[in-house]
């Protein structure tokens, strides 16, 4: 079956997004108050008692830590396919 990139991208994300709930619960909460519930800064920054300022700060940790979650899984299917390209070659007498 073919994913089509836009899809596994969006599920990649959603992944990175969900994995903030038990280590970063604060940029977990802001995401959702900010996209899922649509109330933008200023009333993000009420809900949670925190200056707007400190609301930004928490949307670019939180694409940080996205970024910072995507390239570790990108690393990992990396390792995983040069590794079963080794394992196949290995038992090959053709380079």
């Excluded at 280590?23 to 993000?44: F, N, Q, V």
């Excluded at 299917?77 to 380079?95: I, N």
């Amino acid at each position: 079956m073919l994913i089509p990139v836009f899809e596994e991208r969006s599920a990649e994300t959603d992944q990175a997004v969900e994995s903030l709930k038990l280590t970063r619960s604060h940029l977990y909460a802001t995401l959702d108050y900010i996209y899922l519930k649509e109330l933008g800064i200023p009333m993000t920054a009420l809900k949670m008692r925190r200056a707007q300022s400190t609301i930004k700060a928490q949307l670019e940790s939180a694409d940080h830590a996205i970024a910072e979650f995507l390239e570790n899984k990108a690393t990992e299917a990396e390792k995983r396919r040069v590794m079963a390209a080794y394992e196949r070659r290995k038992g090959s007498f053709t380079p």
